[in-house]
């Protein structure tokens, strides 16, 4: 793929529910890497979390074929009706965003989900669901909102006349559930390490600093309602979505974050409110990653912070970030493979 200046780049960040299976992973690579005008930037695996993170980017054909064709061939290998994982899902093919990145708007993004929605429907006798900017109703903007009750669920949500599906029929498909697919901003997904295995501090963390807070309790330790509503105690974070985990493999926990908006919640900004928060719990911080890729601009923004404005320099300013967020702490931190501009 030629990269120049007026050229469309849309980004295109499919999470498929397989974490193990390399035939799966090999199938996916091979669809994409076959699509012309568009270019596979990264595939992550989590075994824990039995998912994977899959990554291209293109022009508007390009990242739209490249999209239906990966999502085709996870759809022979990938059986939900066996699938097992730490990381709340709907479907075989658990959400599609696509990104603008370079001479794109978002609502050109949205023209492309729907396309992809209407295609991919009919291709996989599938219910497709459209959420964040592509979202035709207000509750289906949040992800989490579509996704309540999971997998296990959708087989009775799509009885309800209100959870019809945008693109598809309201039929139930035991192998591959549901899809959900529209536009969004550049979503940066961002672990951050506890010295614990205990999960209770990362979920009292998450539920501190996400968004959407917690519920409000009395003081026995009951929900508190009102009108058979829960009252929510809003987090501290805005743009922040989180929730604690396991991570059997390295023997820690994790918040598990994706910043949807870095300019108001930044990398390092959650990074240092996890830090605050586990030291007042009696646990430690050890470093952190990012899954999948992320903006430069985001680097830079931390780089900024840990050098005090001090430094200029692209490639120091980076190297602050990696040090002072401890991005290499599970695994090594390659800013030519995890930084968006480098690899396109």
Same mark, same amino acid.
């Given at each position: ?23 799966? =992973? ?45 999502? #085709? ?83 009775? #949500? ?9 693109? @598809? ?12 697919? /529209? ?44 009108? /058979? ?12 979505? @989180? ?48 899954? @999948? ?9 931390? @780089? ?11 490639? #120091? ?15 090594? =931190? ?11």
């Amino acid at each position: 793929m030629t990269n120049t200046a007026k050229q469309k780049i849309i980004e295109c960040v499919p999470n498929f529910s397989e974490g193990k299976d390399n035939a799966t =992973f090999e199938a996916i690579k091979k669809a994409i890497n076959d699509t012309p005008n568009v270019k596979l930037l990264s595939l992550e695996p989590d075994a824990d979390y039995n998912r994977v993170v899959v990554t291209f980017a293109g022009n508007e054909e390009g990242v739209l074929n490249g999209a239906v064709n990966a999502c #085709k061939a996870a759809a022979k290998y990938i059986d939900m009706t066996k699938h097992k994982g730490e990381h709340p899902r709907l479907g075989a093919i658990d959400v599609v965003p696509f990104v603008p990145v370079a001479n794109v708007t978002t609502e050109e993004c949205v023209k492309i989900s729907e396309k992809f929605g209407e295609i991919i429907s009919k291709e996989l006798n599938v219910p497709v669901y459209l959420y964040e900017f592509a979202a035709r109703k207000p509750e289906r903007k949040s992800l989490s909102n579509i996704r309540q009750g999971e997998y296990e669920g959708l087989e009775e #949500k799509l009885k309800d006349p209100n959870w019809l599906p945008d693109f @598809g029929e309201p039929v139930f498909n035991p192998k591959l559930g549901a899809i959900v697919t /529209g536009s969004r901003f550049f979503l940066i997904a961002y672990n951050v390490n506890i010295k614990s295995t205990d999960v209770k501090y990362a979920k009292e963390i998450a539920e501190i600093l996400r968004e959407s807070g917690y519920a409000k309790r009395d003081e026995n330790g009951n929900i508190i309602k009102v009108d /058979g509503k829960t009252v929510k105690v809003p987090g501290r974070l805005k743009e922040f979505k @989180g929730m604690g985990v396991t991570l059997e493999k390295y023997n820690c926990t994790q918040v598990s974050i994706n910043l949807t908006n870095y300019n108001v919640t930044p990398i390092h900004v959650a990074f240092e409110e996890v830090k605050k928060e586990a030291t007042r719990l009696g646990v430690e911080v050890n470093g952190s990653e990012i899954v @999948g890729l992320v903006p430069l601009e985001a680097m830079l923004q931390a @780089g900024r912070f840990y050098t005090e404005g001090k430094e200029t320099d692209e490639k #120091k300013l980076v190297q602050a970030a990696i040090d002072n967020l401890g991005l290499n702490s599970l695994n090594p =931190f390659k800013p030519e493979e995890k930084i968006i501009e480098y690899m396109i």
